[in-house]
C-alpha cells in the first residue's frame, strides 16, 4: 500500500474526533490506550512460547477458571494502560470479581469493560485469541463511582471493538458510525486501515456452534442444527475454532452465524453479557447483521450483575431471523427471571 494510501488508527482517531464539535479528545485518549496495550499483548503472545508465561499461573479467576499467565499479563497491561488515560473511573474485567476503581479517577467520564484476553484455552496450543472491549459514559461523573453505573445496557454503549491476535492482529472497532479495521503493520507498529466501514453480508454458508454440546441444547436449537446441516440449507460449513472472536471475525467478514446458546446445565450460556456478548452485538448489528439471546436484541438486556451470562445467536441478518425460526420462546434462557 503506497505511503500516501495509508491510513493509521490514530490519524482515524483524530480525523473521528473532527468530526464531532463537542469532542474534547478524552474519547481518543481512551482508544490511544488501548491500542497501546494491544500492542503489548500482541508482543507477549507472539512470543510466549519462548517466554515462561504460556500456561497456567496457578489461579482461578471469579468463575473459578484456571488463570492463564497471559490471562493476567493482559489484564494488568490493560487496566494499566486505561488507568493512566486519566479518563476512565471504572474497569469492568472478567479477570476481577469487582468493579476496578481507578485511583484518583473517581469523576471521569468513563467506564470500560473488558475481556482482556479472550480465548485463553486455545493459548497454548497457537490457535488465535483476542481482546475486547465495549466504553460506556458514566451517567454523572460528579457523583463517587458505583456498581450500579456500570449496570448499563449495550444500547448505551459509546464504542466497542476487539483485538484480533489472528495471522495477523487485527483492531475492529465502531463508535458507532459503522465499523473499521485495522492491521498491525509489524514493521512499523502501526494500525493501518485495511477493512473499511466493514459490512456483514445479510447471508451466508457458515454456521459456529459448538455440537459437542448438542444434547444439552433445546429442541429448538436441536432443530436449527439439524437444519444448517440439510440438503435444504445446502448444508452449511460447520466452522467452530473455539474462540469466539475469531468465530465471530469468520462469519462478519464472509456471513455466517456464531451460536453460543444456553444449554440444560448452563440454561444461560457461557459468554458473559457486559464484556463479550453486548461488544460483539454493538458490531454485528452496526455492520449490518443481528445480535440475539432468542427474544430480543442482546443490547436491550438489563445486566444485573457484572458478569452476568447470556446466550448469543449473532451474524448474517437473515441468518439470525431464520434461527429465530427455530427457536421458540420457551427454548432461550429465561434472562430475566
Ligand atoms: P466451548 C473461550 O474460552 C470462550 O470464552 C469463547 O471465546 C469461546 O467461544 C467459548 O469460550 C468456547 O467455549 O465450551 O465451546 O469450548
Same mark, same amino acid.
Given at each position: 500500500m503506497p505511503q500516501s494510501e495509508i491510513t493509521t488508527l490514530e490519524q482515524f482517531i483524530v480525523d473521528q474526533q473532527a468530526? +464531532? &464539535?463537542? &469532542? @474534547?479528545?478524552s474519547l481518543s485518549r481512551v482508544f490511544r490506550a488501548i491500542e497501546l496495550a494491544a500492542k503489548i499483548v500482541n508482543r507477549d503472545v507472539r512470543k510466549a512460547g519462548l517466554?515462561?508465561? %504460556?500456561?497456567? @499461573?496457578?489461579s482461578v479467576n471469579t468463575h473459578g477458571e484456571d488463570q492463564q499467565k497471559l490471562d493476567v499479563l493482559a489484564n494488568n497491561i490493560f487496566i494499566s494502560a486505561l488507568s493512566r488515560?486519566? !479518563? $476512565?473511573?471504572m474497569i469492568i474485567s !472478567?479477570?476481577?470479581?469487582?468493579v476496578v476503581y481507578v485511583e484518583g #479517577? @473517581? +469523576?471521569?467520564?468513563y467506564i470500560v469493560a473488558i475481556?482482556? %484476553? @479472550?480465548?485463553?484455552?486455545n493459548i497454548d496450543v497457537n490457535v488465535s485469541i483476542g481482546s475486547i472491549f465495549s466504553i460506556y459514559k458514566r451517567?454523572? &461523573?460528579?457523583?463517587s463511582p458505583n %456498581?450500579?453505573? #456500570?449496570?448499563?445496557?449495550?444500547?448505551?454503549? $459509546?464504542a466497542a471493538g476487539y483485538v484480533f491476535y489472528g495471522s495477523s492482529t487485527m483492531l475492529v472497532y465502531t463508535t458507532g458510525q459503522g465499523v473499521n479495521g485495522f492491521t498491525l503493520d509489524d514493521a512499523l507498529q502501526e494500525f493501518c486501515l485495511? +477493512?473499511?466501514n466493514i459490512q456483514t453480508p445479510s447471508n451466508g454458508k457458515i454456521f459456529s456452534v459448538n455440537e459437542g454440546n448438542y444434547n444439552d441444547f433445546s429442541e429448538g436449537v436441536k432443530s436449527y442444527i439439524d437444519y444448517c446441516k440439510s440438503n435444504e440449507a445446502g448444508p452449511y460449513k460447520a466452522r467452530y475454532i473455539g474462540s469466539m472472536i475469531a468465530d465471530f471475525h469468520l462469519n462478519l467478514l464472509k456471513g455466517g452465524v456464531f451460536v453460543d446458546p444456553g444449554t440444560?446445565?448452563?440454561?444461560?450460556?457461557?459468554?458473559? %453479557?457486559?464484556?463479550?456478548c453486548n461488544p460483539m452485538a454493538f458490531l454485528a448489528e452496526q455492520a449490518g447483521g443481528k445480535a440475539t439471546y432468542?427474544?430480543?436484541?442482546?443490547?436491550e438486556l438489563q445486566p444485573k450483575e457484572l458478569h452476568q451470562r447470556c446466550p448469543l445467536f449473532i451474524g448474517s441478518a437473515n441468518m439470525v431471523d431464520l434461527a429465530m425460526h427455530y427457536i421458540s420462546e420457551e427454548d432461550t434462557a429465561i434472562i430475566n427471571r
Open positions: 468530526l +464531532h &464539535a463537542q &469532542a @474534547d479528545g517466554i515462561d508465561i %504460556l500456561g497456567q @499461573d496457578g488515560t486519566g !479518563e $476512565v473511573s !472478567e479477570e476481577n470479581e469487582g #479517577c @473517581d +469523576h471521569e467520564k475481556d482482556p %484476553l @479472550d480465548g485463553s484455552s451517567q454523572n &461523573a460528579e457523583q %456498581l450500579q453505573e #456500570c449496570l448499563q445496557t449495550g444500547n448505551e454503549q $459509546v485495511s +477493512h473499511p440444560t446445565g448452563s440454561p444461560s450460556g457461557k459468554l458473559r %453479557l457486559m464484556y463479550e432468542g427474544e430480543g436484541s442482546i443490547m
